[in-house]
């Protein structure tokens, strides 16, 4: 028997207010997956669904790379 959703349909924006463009969020879906998404401009949206496992390596590289290229 599969474990319930950890707060399913919650929304994190990267930005207040979410009409601020560019803007993103990161929320929780069915199934335990994870949906990120990026809005360079209203009404282009692209997004990804991840597992949790991917989400978190994801992350992971995300911080990677900005702290091996960080300006001295």
Do not use: H
């Amino acid at each position: 028997m599969s474990e319930p959703n950890r707060a399913s349909n919650t929304l994190w924006c990267m930005r207040w207010p979410p009409a601020t463009y560019p803007n993103g969020y990161v929320s929780t879906r069915e199934d335990d997956l994870i949906q990120v998404a990026y809005f360079e401009r209203e009404g282009y949206p692209q997004s990804m669904t991840l597992s949790r496992k991917d989400a978190r390596l994801l992350a992971k590289r995300i911080n990677q790379c900005l702290d091996g290229t960080v300006k001295r």
